[in-house]
């Protein structure tokens, strides 16, 4: 997944276990710049901020 390609999008993001988070991607951290090894985004949904490593992420919809 491209996951820099979603910054500044808002999307729709469905997780491997079939949670779905609606929200604007903030940010991208690549695998050098994350503790966990892995591409990551940064979701805000307007009351909160989700970090998603690429593993957990099953789809990405861009909604605009």
Partial sequence: ???WTYVGKNVLVT?????EFIGK????????????????????D???LYDFDESQIKSIEILD
Avoid: A, P
Wanted: glycine letters at 10%; zero cysteines; proline letters at 0%.
């Fill in 46 to 48: 307007g009351k909160s």
């Fill in 15 to 19: 997780l491997i276990n079939g949670r």
């Fill in 25 to 44: 991607v903030t940010n991208f951290d690549d695998e050098v710049e994350n503790e966990s090894g892995e591409d990551s985004i940064n979701l805000d």
């Fill in 1 to 3: 997944m491209k996951l």
